[in-house]
């Protein structure tokens, strides 16, 4: 057996990746680690909107191309801990009622072929694992069986209390935002985090965001069994054969082809460079691409109909640390729409050099600054559903994302909901006193990708079996978001992190 030999092989070290490699690194089996991107340096940098925003200093320099053959960039991170270096660290539970079949406007979001309950034990692990701050029980749609947060919720700023306030009086459910963030507001010597205002969208300077990189991968690698190559770029899944089981990783490790074997193999690159990365791995036994008798890999892509709000009243907003609040009243529909239309959370807080990049050029700075500081900025997700032709392909070696929106009026309801209640609780009457500015982001927000290689128990119709392997080739796992049947309306991290822990025991147990 060669030294390139492991037990266990895992690609990709995001928020599925670098769980995974958390649960196993204890074991003490050889564990190898291949990431395609390094370390994100700690740098000024981290902190500047101009840098993270304007240059996208941190996202990938590829391009894409969509269904009309026109490149785009993505807004997708390569590093050490994946998107979740960049995330706003809101972890959500999906509902109890996203694993059954939904009826939307649009059609039907698919039954999830496991329950609440059998990711309930960890959500409560991951919840801890990644440090998460909330309050349980202000959140009508929270899952009735949920432990409580392992941390006290982050208070809100005065400006962001006064608006919390007057949601109430309107009967409506704010609640504290569940977020990932390394805070001790009772005592500021033992916090790592400083409520700054460069941390959603924004690496953390200070490492205390809990993210993939800082909660997972650093501790996985004071392990001697596991083993951390950054700069690993795997290019091809090589297979017996038969096409029963992988016998070969192919990779170029700082631009040097390398190839790595291992008895199980872990795909967990993302749902769009993991579905790649199989379709780019056909070979005779595999025509249309690993583990693609379904022909399912790569359909079925999802990203949410997000969005953002950014509403001006003539109150100031000095909030530094804003995103607080969530709220899911209108998260499955309201009188007189009886479909579900999403969710609703606070922004970081927006600056004038983020404004600069949706309006015009000649609008001064000092207006932009001026804007923004009475500003309070709003994110609303819609679910999008999971349609055959919404797929990932390859031109090439180019990835191609074949999207076409759906589900939009969920999304339109949402924001114009939003908006009116906004205006209501500043007061106004028949003479607007704010205004109000909003997007739904382009194909190239992919940042909620999923459902690339869908879990399921029929090997027809998904790409997985319920741990996450393959249907096809017996020792191939995927565990990123690519296994989600649906894609819910609430943020995909804790449940791509709780479902890495779940495989992560089958694992155990399969190694031995
Ligand atoms: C700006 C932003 C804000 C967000 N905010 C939130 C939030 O508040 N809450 C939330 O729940 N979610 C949020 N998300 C989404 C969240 O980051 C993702 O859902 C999550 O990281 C996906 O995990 P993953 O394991 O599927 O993929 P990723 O985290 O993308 O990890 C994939 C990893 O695979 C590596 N890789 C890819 N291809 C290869 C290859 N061929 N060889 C080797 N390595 C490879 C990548 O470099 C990466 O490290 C946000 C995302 C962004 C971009």
């Known amino acids: ?66 269904h009309q053959g026109k490149t785009f960039s993505p807004g997708t991170h390569y590093w050490v801990g994946g998107n979740t270096k960049v995330y706003g660290g809101a972890l959500f539970r999906l509902r109890e009622r996203d694993f059954e079949a939904v009826q939307h406007c649009d059609g039907v979001s698919p039954a999830w072929p496991l329950q609440y309950a059998d990711f ?48 109430k009086a309107k009967q409506l459910n704010p609640f504290y935002l569940p977020l990932a963030v390394k805070l001790n507001e009772a005592n500021s010597l033992l916090s790592a985090c400083i409520r ?70 872990v795909v967990a690159c993302g749902a769009i460079n993991s579905a790649a990365l199989l379709l780019r791995s056909a070979n005779d036994a595999h025509p249309n691409g690993l583990a693609n008798r379904s022909d399912q890999v790569g359909r079925n892509f999802m990203k949410h109909q997000n969005g953002a709000i950014v509403g001006i009243t003539l109150k100031s907003n000095p909030s530094i640390f804003q995103k607080t609040i969530g709220l899911n009243d209108f998260y499955w529909g309201e009188p007189g729409f009886d479909y579900p239309m999403g969710h609703i959370q606070l922004l970081g807080k927006v600056n004038g050099e983020m404004l600069a990049m949706d309006v015009p050029r000649f609008i001064p700075k000092r207006i932009l600054d001026a804007m923004a500081g009475r500003s309070v900025d709003w994110w609303i997700t819609a679910e999008d559903l999971p349609e055959s032709r919404n797929r990932v392909r390859l031109k090439g070696d180019r990835i191609v994302l074949d999207y076409t929106d759906n589900n939009v009026e969920a999304f339109d309801r949402l924001r114009s909901r939003w908006i009116s209640v906004l205006r209501k609780i500043n007061g106004e009457g028949r003479v607007p006193q704010s205004v109000y500015f909003s997007k739904r982001l382009p194909v190239q927000g992919v940042a909620h990708q999923v459902g690339t290689c869908r879990f399921g128990t029929d090997p027809d119709s998904s790409v997985l079996d319920l741990n996450c392997r393959t249907h096809d080739v017996d020792n191939l796992y995927v565990v990123d978001g690519s296994f989600f049947p649906s894609s819910a309306a609430v943020n995909p991290s804790l449940t791509i992190m709780a479902n890495a822990l779940r495989v992560g025991d089958h694992l155990l147990q399969r190694l031995g």
């Open 120 to 167: 309930k034990p960890y959500y409560d692990q991951a919840e801890q694992l990644y440090q998460v701050h909330g309050q349980r029980g202000l959140d009508p749609t929270e899952p009735s069986e949920a432990a409580d947060y392992p941390f006290p919720p982050v208070s809100h700023e005065p400006r962001i209390q006064g608006i919390y306030d007057a949601l």
């Open 196 to 265: 700054c205002n460069t941390c959603d969208g924004f690496p953390c300077l200070i490492h205390a965001k809990s993210d993939a990189d800082i909660n997972c991968v650093r501790p996985a690698q004071t392990q001697a069994n596991l083993t951390l190559l950054t700069e690993a770029k795997v290019t091809q899944l090589v297979t017996s054969d038969s096409g029963r089981e992988i016998t070969q990783v192919k990779a170029e490790v700082q631009g040097s082809p390398e190839t790595f074997s291992a008895d199980i193999v």
């Open 1 to 66: 057996m060669s030294t390139q030999h492991y037990d266990l092989i895992i690609i990709g070290t995001g928020a599925g990746g670098g769980t995974l490699a958390y649960r196993l690194a204890s074991s003490g089996k050889r564990i190898l680690v291949l990431e395609r991107g390094q370390f994100l340096p700690q740098e000024k940098a981290n902190w500047s909107a101009v840098e993270v925003f304007q240059k996208n200093r941190y996202a990938t320099s590829e391009l894409w191309e969509d």
